[in-house]
C-alpha cells in the first residue's frame, strides 16, 4: 500500500488503539500526556504498513501557557485613562490611540506580550524625521507657515500614500438599518497601528497622525509655529493650519513636550468608529435620535432573536471560536464593542448621555446587570432620554423594570459607580492565574 492512511486514536492508560484492514488493534505509547494521531506510512513489503505516533501540539502541556489577557488588557486600559486624564492640552492623541489598539490586542489575541507601542511611536518619529529632511530643508528660509504646511500634507498624502477609505467616514448606507454594521465597516481603519501599516485610515484616524507628526516638527524645531489640524469635518483628509501669534516657545513645556492643539473629538470619532464596527447587533444608520445600535440590543435582549440568518452567523461564530479563531466576519464582538463604549464614557465625561445607554445595553448582554442599572439608570434622567423617540423610552423603562425586578431578588447586590475618569482610575489591577495554563491558539 503506497498511500498514507490516518486514525485519530485517544490514549488509553498505556496504550493506543487505532484501526488496520479492518481489525480494531492496539500499540503501546512512551507519551501518556495527550492525544495523538496515529499514521499509517509505507515500509518493507513483509511490514505493509507502520504506525507512527504523533503528539496533537494543542493537548501538550509543553505548548501551554498562562493566559495574561486581562492583565495586559488592564494595563492598556490604564494607560488610556491616564493619557485621559492630563485634559485636552496635555493629552498624546497618538500615545491614546494605540493604546486603545493595545487593549482591543490582548482582548482577542491572549498574546504573552503586549502591542509594541513603542515600536509603532518610532514609526512616526521616522515619518516626522524623514518629512525634516525631504521637505522642510529644501523649503526657503522665508517660506510661509501655510506654504509649510501644505508641503507636509502633500508628502504624508500624496507622495507616502496615507490615504481615507472609499467610503471616507462611515460604509454603511444612509438612512438604512443594517442586520450587522461590522459586514460595512472594517475595523482595521479605526487603529492608529494599522494606519501606519497598511497607510489607509478613516479621517480621524490619519488627523490623530497629522497632528503627532507636527509636533515632532515643533518639538525638534523644524518648525516654530503652533499646528492646529482642522477636526471640524471628519469626512475627508485632515489638513493642518497655523496658529498665529503662537510661537514654538509658548506651546512647549517646561519638559520638552508640546500641548496639544487637536480636538479630542477625533478621538471620539474614532472610538465611535470601532465601536460600530464591532456592534454585535442591528444597526440604524444616520444622524437622527433614533440612530445607532440601542434599539435593536435591547429588543434582542428583551424578545430575543430568532430570524434563520443571525442564528447561522452565531453558529458559525461558536464554532469559529471553538477552533481558536477570535476574528468572526461581519458577526460583530461584544468584548470589543463594550471596550470602546467603555472608552467613550470615559473620555466624555458627564457628557456621555448617549454612551452611558449603548454601555449599559451592552452591560445587559454580558450579564453585569449592576453596572447596566447604573448606566441605563443615569441616562434615562438625563434631558436627551427625555427627548427620545418614544420607541426608545418604552424599551428603557422596559429594561429598567426588568433589572430592577432581577437586582432587587439579589442579596449581593453593589452600587457600581458611573465609568469616568476617576472610576476608571480606581479600578483594582487584576491578578494572572500562574497556576491555570491554557493552550495556545494556532
Known sequence: MNALHAAECITTQNSCCYLTSGTFSRKPLNDQRSRCLSVLVPCHPRDARKVVDRIVVEDDPRYRRVDLAEVHAWEARRAFVETVAKGESGINLAEAALQVAAEDDAIVSHSTVRLPIQSFLQRIDRLASNMRSAVLQKMPEDAMPDDILQAIGHHLFTEQNFRVPPFRRSNIPSGVLVDHPGVYENAKYGYLHEALISRQGIPAVLAILLEQICQQLLTSGAIDFAVRVDCSALDRVPTATALPGLSRDMVTRPDGTVLNTCST??????????????????????????????????????????????????????????????????????????????????????????????????????????????????????????????????????????????????????????????????????????????????
Not at 464554532?319 to 470615559?346: F, K
Not at 458627564?350 to 451592552?362: G, H, P, Q, T
Not at 448582554?365 to 418614544?390: I, V
Not at 449581593?412 to 482610575?425: E, F, R, T, W
Request: hydrophobic content about 45%.
Open 265 to 442: 473629538d477625533v478621538l471620539v470619532e474614532m472610538l465611535r468608529f470601532i465601536k460600530r464596527a464591532y456592534w454585535p447587533f442591528g444597526w440604524q444608520s444616520g444622524t437622527g435620535p433614533s440612530a445607532g445600535g440601542f434599539t435593536s440590543a435591547a429588543m434582542v435582549w428583551l424578545e430575543g432573536e430568532a430570524r434563520a440568518e443571525l442564528q447561522a452567523i452565531a453558529r458559525t461564530a461558536a464554532h469559529r471560536l471553538q477552533r481558536g479563531i477570535w476574528t468572526s466576519p461581519g458577526a460583530g464582538d461584544l468584548r470589543r464593542a463594550l471596550a470602546s463604549a467603555e472608552r467613550l464614557c470615559i473620555v466624555l465625561g458627564d457628557e456621555a448621555y448617549f454612551e452611558w445607554r449603548d454601555v449599559a445595553v451592552l452591560y445587559l448582554h454580558a450579564g453585569n446587570l449592576p453596572a447596566a442599572l447604573a448606566h441605563l439608570d443615569a441616562y434615562a434622567s438625563t434631558p436627551a432620554a427625555k427627548d427620545a423617540p418614544r420607541e426608545e423610552q418604552k424599551l428603557v423603562e422596559r429594561i429598567l423594570e426588568g433589572v430592577r425586578a432581577i437586582t432587587d431578588e439579589l442579596d449581593d447586590m453593589h452600587i457600581i459607580p458611573l465609568l469616568n475618569l476617576q472610576s476608571a482610575l480606581e479600578t483594582p489591577r487584576p491578578e494572572a492565574d500562574t497556576e491555570q495554563r491554557t493552550p495556545l491558539t494556532w
